[in-house]
């Protein structure tokens, strides 16, 4: 059962366009989620995180918003840059009841930017 | 700050054998999680330790353990290897308080022959 789902397997943009990665999750007790960019060969790097209370959050160039209504989320890289080239991760956590670093991750999305 | 290490980078080993892979935390971080990637899979939740405590546990079968020591590295072993335990091992920490990020380690490579 795949609780946390992303459903582009890739993605292309062209440098300097808004790049937008989507999310879906099927557990509505999720309460914190978290975006991860990963490089071949290297462990996954943190980017932007959101707490189920709130619908946005931004930091720089990315922002990321929550839809709890349709347990959707998305993160969004403006202007996108050829060094943001990786696969980007979304993950989920329940943290009601217990602090937890159980991370459910989706599968993925390769972002590429064209230069 | 020095980040999470994880050691080896690399690793082969033969069906039916076992293996140790060791973990070193960022200083001050409690707690120490492990997750499994595969090709196709993500990354799939192995085990949370928390101040020497296994606090969460994935779907794994019983021949992944993990322990955490005083110091909070840890180490993760895995018996009667199966060629499906070949994989990148992810080690994380952090500082073990919920709603916070995880910091990861470089992985190990582990090839099962």
């Known amino acids: 059962d795949q609780q946390v789902k992303q459903n582009s397997p890739s993605l292309s943009v062209q440098e300097g366009r808004i790049s937008i990665l989507n999310c879906d999750y099927t557990?509505?007790?999720?309460?914190?989620f978290l975006w991860y960019k990963k490089y071949p060969a290297e462990g996954p790097t943190f980017l932007i995180s959101?707490?189920?209370?709130?619908d946005k959050n931004e930091d720089g160039r990315f922002t990321v918003f929550l839809n709890k209504s349709a347990k959707h989320l998305s993160l969004h890289i403006v202007p996108s840059q050829p060094g943001d080239s990786a696969v980007y991760f979304c993950?989920?956590?329940?943290?009601?009841?217990?602090?937890?670093?159980?991370?459910?991750f989706g599968t993925g999305t390769l972002l590429a930017v064209q230069p | 700050k020095a980040g999470v290490t994880q050691t080896p980078r690399y690793l082969i080993k033969t069906r039916g054998q076992q293996v140790t892979l060791s973990c070193s935390p960022i200083s001050g971080h409690r707690s120490v999680s492990w997750y499994q990637q595969t090709p196709g899979q993500g990354l799939q939740f192995l085990f949370e330790y928390f101040s020497e405590t296994q606090r969460n546990k994935g779907n794994f079968p019983g021949r992944f353990s993990g322990r955490q020591f005083s110091n909070s590295r840890s180490e993760m072993n895995v018996s009667t290897l199966e060629l499906g335990d070949s994989a990148l091992y992810l080690c994380?920490?952090?500082?073990?308080?919920?709603?916070?990020?995880?910091?990861f380690g470089s992985g190990t490579q582990l090839s099962v022959l």
């Open positions: 557990n509505s007790m999720f309460d914190y």
């Open positions: 959101i707490s189920s209370i709130k």
């Open positions: 994380a920490s952090s500082e073990g308080t919920g709603y916070e990020k995880l910091f």
């Open positions: 993950a989920a956590s329940l943290n009601y009841g217990g602090a937890t670093n159980k991370l459910i």
